[in-house]
């Protein structure tokens, strides 16, 4: 095997392993383009299938998906996502926050991800339509830079 063909054949090799490795953000979108489609529940399953535990915790699956599809019927179209924040506690641990824009009002979807090992998996999915409390909240005067010093 010549230089040239060895070297092609690792940078092949590593260009199909990264393809097929997940990162949070990557999942966090194909979520949102399953739940585009009006699916909350296959949305969830998507979510959730990179847990390893989640048959553990099916029962609380199934009561998020119960909760968030009534809610969803009756805040209208959805018409798109943005992404709020992005937090880390060091490079295994990552939770991510979206703006999720319906008709009628905005949800916020916040998603934990965990890396125990070498795969991204689902830690903590959580959903709030409370957005506007959550913003009135984090504009207080004591939240001020400025009153700390």
């Known amino acids: 095997m010549t230089l040239?063909?060895?070297?092609?054949?690792?940078?092949?090799?590593?260009?199909?392993?990264?393809?097929?490795?997940?990162?949070?953000?990557d999942i966090s979108?194909?979520?949102?383009?399953?739940?585009?489609?009006?699916?909350?529940?296959?949305?969830?399953?998507f979510l959730f299938s990179n847990s390893p535990y989640a048959k553990d915790i099916q029962d609380g699956i199934d009561d998020v998906k119960r909760k968030l599809?009534?809610?969803?019927?009756?805040?209208?179209?959805?018409y798109g996502y943005d992404l709020l924040v992005k937090r880390t506690a060091g490079p295994n641990?990552?939770?991510?926050?979206?703006?999720?824009?319906?008709?009628?009002?905005?949800?916020?979807?916040q998603m934990l991800y965990y890396k125990p090992n070498d795969k991204w998996q689902m830690q903590n999915f959580k959903y709030s339509n409370s957005t506007d409390e959550e913003l009135e909240e984090a504009s207080k005067a004591y939240r001020l830079k400025e009153n700390y010093e």
């Open 69 to 78: 599809k009534k809610h969803v019927d009756q805040i209208g179209k959805y």
């Open 4 to 25: 040239k063909s060895a070297l092609l054949t690792l940078l092949l090799s590593l260009a199909f392993k990264f393809s097929f490795t997940q990162v949070p953000l």
């Open 29 to 45: 979108n194909k979520f949102f383009a399953v739940y585009k489609q009006g699916d909350t529940d296959k949305a969830l399953d």
């Open 93 to 109: 641990l990552i939770l991510v926050t979206f703006l999720v824009r319906h008709d009628r009002e905005p949800m916020t979807f």
